[in-house]
């Protein structure tokens, strides 16, 4: 489809473990935002990269939080040593370049920690 | 993280009744965004809006940038129950400032 992709769509996995979660943006869109929403929440900013610019780092909780862009295209957002806290929907977000173009979102990867 | 007051947080309705939410904030935004979120899915885009009173509809939707920039609207009529969900709203301060601010958030039930 012509959408945000997201994979994988659900991750169990245990505490302490190390997760990697994947998100395939719009072709052509050179924004993309990582969100997290907790159950019942709404929308936590994580991080933002726009083109070949420095990623704006400054909504990761913690320094187990990290993600990368290669090639201006997909992202990865890795979580190490996870922990219950870190249970959500990790939803990503990708835009043209212009600055309040709307966000289009994924679906999101449902996280659970055990 | 920040995030804008949105209100109701949640709210029954009868189908066909219509429907009002708003979201404010202290600071004064450029553009104002609604979404509309289902179980298991991202949020899907609503309404965008750009200009301070722009009123805008989208079918049975219509949503307005409040003339003071701190606040936005939310109107569905004549409610069905597929109108079942969660809406957001989502606001961004200016040029060159990339980052939208979330509202938390109205879950509206319908009930048939």
């Known amino acids: 489809g012509a959408g945000v992709s997201q994979s994988p769509s659900n991750k169990v996995t245990e505490k302490g473990k190390d997760v990697e979660l994947r998100c395939d943006p719009i072709s052509g869109h050179t924004a993309l935002y990582w969100y997290r929403q907790s159950l019942g929440q709404g929308l936590e900013f994580l991080i933002y990269f726009q083109g070949n610019s420095a990623p704006d780092k400054s909504g990761l909780p913690s320094d187990r939080f990290s993600a990368e862009r290669t090639g201006g295209s997909v992202s990865t957002l890795t979580i190490q040593r996870t922990q219950q806290e870190d249970s959500a929907v990790y939803l990503c977000a990708s835009s043209t370049s212009q600055g309040n173009q709307p966000q289009h979102f994924g679906d999101g990867t449902r996280l659970s920690i055990l | 993280g920040q995030q804008l007051n949105q209100s109701p947080q949640s709210m029954f309705i009868q189908e066909g009744e219509d429907v009002s939410m708003n979201c404010t904030s202290s600071?004064?935004?450029?553009?104002w965004l609604w979404y509309k979120q289902d179980p298991g899915e991202g949020p899907v885009l609503l309404i965008a809006?750009?200009?301070?009173?722009e009123l805008t509809s989208n079918g049975r939707l219509t949503a307005q940038f409040g003339i003071t920039r701190k606040d936005s609207f939310l109107n569905i009529s004549a409610s069905i129950p597929s109108d079942v969900g969660i809406y957001f709203c989502a606001g961004q301060r200016g040029s060159g400032t990339y980052k939208y601010i979330f509202g938390t958030g109205t879950r509206l039930k319908v009930l048939a």
């Open positions: 809006l750009y200009k301070a009173g």
């Open positions: 600071s004064i935004f450029n553009t």
